[in-house]
């Protein structure tokens, strides 16, 4: 095992893994030991291939793209939702194709939660409060065919 002088350190404690390193690093008050050292010795070539691995490996876990997307609309996609709806001038329920007054609407899944439609803005309109109830699980066909005999 190589003395804390020729690791990384932090508070005067040996860190081998390199997630652990940058959490407690940035997580930290207090300053660091030999972090230039190590940017040097990177840039000389002489680095630990398992340990830049593993931080790739690391970064990649956490990029937007591999992270799962909700079931349920975040607050923030609630109110695009409603800023869209306000920036088209879509009016009208697309349910029941009544007139919708803001004051009185719900973002609905156009493909629903329980088929496995995600909370993303692209899966959500404005309805009616009834027309969500109405509406459930079904998709926009299925509760248009049941109210209109479309």
Same mark, same amino acid.
Request: net charge negative; with cysteine.
């Given at each position: ?76 996609t609630k109110s695009l939702i409603k800023h869209?709806? %306000? ?6 329920? !697309?349910? $029941?194709?009544? @007139?919708?007054?803001?004051? &009185?609407? =719900? ?13 993303? %803005? ?6 009616? !409060?009834? $027309?969500?109830? @109405?509406?459930?699980?079904? &998709?926009? =066909? ?9």
């Amino acid at each position: 095992k190589k003395p804390c002088s020729e690791m990384f350190c932090l508070r005067n404690q040996d860190i081998t893994d390199a997630k652990a390193f940058f959490y407690l690093f940035f997580m930290s008050n207090s300053g660091y030991i030999n972090f230039n050292e190590f940017y040097v010795e990177s840039f000389l070539g002489k680095y630990d291939p398992a340990v830049v691995s593993h931080v790739v490996e690391y970064v990649n876990s956490i990029s937007p793209a591999s992270r799962s997307k909700p079931k349920a609309f975040s607050t923030l996609t609630k109110s695009l939702i409603k800023h869209n709806f %306000l920036v088209g001038n879509h009016n009208f329920c !697309p349910i $029941c194709d009544g @007139l919708i007054y803001l004051d &009185s609407t =719900e973002s609905d899944h156009r493909i629903a939660k329980a088929v496995g439609g995600q909370g993303v %803005l692209e899966n959500g309109q404005l309805v009616h !409060p009834l $027309c969500n109830r @109405l509406k459930s699980d079904l &998709s926009l =066909e299925e509760i248009r065919a049941d109210l209109f005999g479309e």
